[in-house]
Nanobody, 128 residues
Framework: QLQASGGGLVQAGGSLRLSCVPSGFTLDYYSIGWFRQAPGKEREEVSCISRSGDKTYYSDSVKGRFTISADHAKNTAYLQMIGLKPEDTAVYYC???????????????????????WGQGTLVTVSS
């Protein structure tokens, strides 16, 4: 119900933009979270954006390098990543939920339990 794309192989310092397209619902009613899972590690939330689009959160590890956005006209959410590091290598997932108020999004260690819909993931590999 969510299609994530845009992953690939990039050198350290490079950039990628991930896209997330919902199927069967619109971003007007759902907030979006981006998660990642590296081999042998737990899934972590790196960013989220509220339905209203004016509230965003970032993990400390990506703050200042990643930017989340949502284009409601295109019904697509994005995660722009710059200054990529080898430790950013992971499968990236987008997820959607509508339990949070319109001006909030769920961002905490247990957030993956709150998100109802998930994409299939897109692999980001950053070489050193």
């Amino acid at each position: 119900q969510l299609q994530a794309s845009g992953g690939g192989l990039v050198q350290a310092g490079g950039s990628l933009r991930l896209s997330c397209v919902p199927s069967g619902f619109t971003l007007d009613y759902y907030s979006i979270g981006w998660f990642r899972q590296a081999p042998g590690k737990e899934r972590e939330e790196v960013s989220c954006i509220s339905r209203s689009g004016d509230k965003t959160y970032y993990s400390d590890s990506v703050k200042g390098r990643f930017t989340i956005s949502a284009d409601h006209a295109k019904n697509t959410a994005y995660l722009q990543m710059i200054g990529l590091k080898p430790e950013d290598t992971a499968v990236y997932y987008c997820a959607a939920e509508n339990r949070a108020p319109p001006t909030e999004c769920t961002f905490n260690d247990d957030a993956h339990y709150e998100y109802e819909y998930w994409g299939q993931g897109t692999l980001v590999t950053v070489s050193s």
